[in-house]
């Protein structure tokens, strides 16, 4: 009797550390995701600019100023479309070795806010609406 007791007592103990584990597993993941989108929002930022026609900040094709380093679309990076960011997201926790890669996109729509659009597609003087995608394994496939 002693043993069988011992036994669930030993099972429950273990089953309570396996699924802390596993919950924290998850928690550090949706913190780096969280961070990750942070982040990305912050960079996107500075490429507002007050003056469209600031050297610093004019929309421009292919490498050079407002261009994001990890955008692989390599265009004007609050031009309007798709940008893929997945480079910021390929390494752990977010992206587990052997597992499936985590990916980070964003979609900027533009739309008049009073001050016109601008040439499209980059439409430099239009408010921008931005949408990001964070897709990652929620668990280890190990």
């Not at 002693?2 to 993941?29: C, E, R, Y």
Request: net charge negative.
């Amino acid at each position: 009797m002693a043993t069988v007791i011992t036994a669930i007592t030993t099972t429950a103990v273990f089953s309570v550390m396996l699924s802390s584990f596993v919950s924290d597993t998850k928690a550090d993941k949706r913190d780096a995701a969280a961070m990750a989108l942070r982040r990305a929002q912050e960079t996107l930022k500075s490429y507002v600019s007050a003056q469209p026609g600031d050297a610093n900040y004019v929309p421009v094709s292919g490498a050079g100023t407002g261009v994001w380093a990890a955008d692989s679309t390599a265009g004007w990076a609050l031009r309007d479309g798709n940008h893929n960011i997945s480079s910021l997201v390929q390494s752990a926790p977010l992206t587990i070795t052997g597992g499936t890669p985590a990916s980070l996109n964003y979609n900027v729509t533009s739309y008049d806010c009073g001050f016109g659009l601008g040439t499209a597609p980059n439409n430099e003087r239009a408010c921008k609406v931005v949408v990001f995608t964070l897709i990652y394994a929620d668990t280890d496939p190990h």
